[in-house]
């Protein structure tokens, strides 16, 4: 089965952007959706958004286009930028990947593998 | 934006029991397919989150057949036939039918 792990700084400065990696093992990262959820403390899940494997991305509507999702298809890899934080950002990131149902005509994408979850805080 | 409302916030249980979680949305999740575009996600203690439920109604792989899924339009519920003590955490619904939104999340524990 696939697993993903998260890595990046666990500390950014407000108004920089952070930078997180996501590395896949077990599958090819080619042909899958993949996304990002954070979770600040003590508090309950923000979806980020999602990449599909043709690029595609969505992102969610609250976070004012600051969110950046890429493929990096030669090292099995996605990523997330996050620019302009605020200490609104501090939270645990988790990446993970989309598992596939069919629903009539249509697919249908569900978070199915989660990461560790990697925690980043937002201070000078 | 789709708001989605989870009732109780807290919920103590009793092994063997069964319990239910209530979701509510601000829209109908009935997508033109006729599919309901809602998931059901448990979060157990210091772990990261697993999926339970897709679809309103479909169980993920691995997940034991006590738990369901339920719902029409805006009124969702999760159940658990009988709770067991591994059952703990914090469960979430979240809807997909416009982006993805995530319920406040209920806090399930042994009473």
């Known amino acids: 089965q696939v697993q993903l792990q998260e890595s990046g700084p666990g500390l950014v400065k407000p108004s920089e952007t952070l930078s997180l990696t996501c590395t896949v093992s077990g599958d090819s990262i080619n042909g899958y959706y993949w996304s990002w959820i954070r979770q600040p403390p003590g508090k309950g899940l923000d979806w980020i958004g999602y990449i599909s494997y043709s690029g595609s991305t969505n992102y969610n509507p609250s976070l004012k286009s600051r969110a950046t999702i890429s493929v990096g298809t030669s090292k099995n890899q996605f990523s997330l930028e996050l620019t302009s934080v605020t200490a609104a950002d501090t939270a645990v990131y988790y990446c993970?990947?989309?598992?596939?149902?069919?629903?009539?005509?249509?697919?249908?994408?569900?978070?199915?593998?989660w990461g560790k979850g990697t925690t980043v805080t937002v201070s000078s | 934006d789709i708001v989605m409302t989870q009732s109780p916030l807290s919920l103590p249980v009793t092994p063997g029991e069964p319990a239910s979680i209530s979701c509510r949305s601000s829209q109908s999740l009935l997508h033109t397919n006729g599919y309901i575009y809602l998931d059901w996600y448990l979060q157990k203690p210091g772990k990261s989150p697993q999926v339970l439920i897709y679809l309103g109604s479909n169980r993920a792989s691995g997940v034991p057949d006590r738990f369901s899924g339920s719902g029409s339009g805006t009124d969702f519920t999760l159940k658990i036939s009988r709770v067991e003590a591994e059952d703990v955490g914090v469960y979430y619904c979240?809807?997909?039918?416009?982006?993805?939104?995530f319920g406040q999340g209920t806090k399930v524990e042994i009473k």
């Open positions: 979240m809807q997909t039918l416009q982006s993805r939104t």
């Open positions: 993970a990947s989309l598992g596939r149902a069919v629903a009539g005509t249509y697919y249908y994408y569900y978070i199915d593998v």
